[in-house]
């Protein structure tokens, strides 16, 4: 079991780029695929990527493009950008270890996009 | 993408019940690829079962889960206090990952 903590900023303007970070103790993050989520009352729980250190890596296609995932080994951190926010990007975004099922989560951090 | 639809959307029981909960894909989901997750308020999802049918680490025998193809069932034989919360499937037979509305299981 890995303990995973969210953070980045809790407002974001409309056009702009979201950016969140994850940090990841209690295990390597080289041994295990690390994924985003996000969860807002109109869209419930929603699957964002994942990333396996190795360079597999898989997006919902559903954020049309503008989502990117990113490891760094030797911060033992991952990384979500999303550009191009609106309103509906709006939710409680999460990280969580695995690919899969989602074994090990963060407590989540909000982000609101508003000016 | 596969469509999970949950039923029903409130489950309102007492503790010392048994909760059965459903979720029903849009299509077959090959190997059982089908994972639930307990939801409690102001908490991130914690993982209960997968692969349909298999404890994850540290989750009470009370939680069961069954199922083939495209009809799931999550069972709680007897509702504790904790137990009182939200419940969602998820699938990973294929991308991308998607997950039920939920059924919120509530104290009658």
């Known amino acids: 079991q890995v303990q995973l903590q969210e953070s980045g900023p809790g407002l974001v303007q409309p056009s702009e780029t979201l950016s969140l970070t994850c940090t990841v103790s209690g295990g390597s993050i080289s041994s295990y695929y690390w994924s985003w989520l996000r969860q807002s009352p109109g869209k419930g729980l929603e699957w964002i990527a994942y990333k396996y250190h190795t360079g597999d890596t898989n997006y919902n296609p559903s954020l049309k493009s503008r989502a990117i995932i990113s490891l760094d080994t030797s911060t033992n951190q991952f990384s979500l950008k999303l550009n191009s926010v609106t309103a509906a990007d709006t939710a409680v975004y999460f990280c969580?270890?695995?690919?899969?099922?989602?074994?090990?989560w963060g407590q989540g951090t909000l982000v609101t996009v508003s000016s | 993408d596969i469509v999970l639809t949950q039923s029903p959307g409130t489950l309102s029981l007492s503790p010392g019940e048994r909760a059965t909960l459903s979720c029903r894909a849009s299509?077959?989901?090959?190997?059982?690829?089908l994972g639930w997750y307990q939801q409690r308020p102001g908490q991130a999802p914690r993982l209960l079962i997968y692969?349909?049918?298999t404890r994850a680490t540290g989750i009470p025998d009370r939680f069961s889960g069954s199922g083939s193809g495209t009809d799931f069932t999550l069972t709680i034989s007897r509702l504790e206090p904790e137990d009182f919360a939200v419940y969602y499937c998820q699938q990973y037979d294929s991308s991308p990952r998607t997950f039920g509305q939920g059924t919120k299981v509530e104290i009658k």
């Open positions: 969580a270890s695995g690919h899969f099922v989602f074994n090990d």
């Open positions: 299509q077959s989901i090959s190997s059982a690829y």
């Open positions: 692969d349909a049918s």
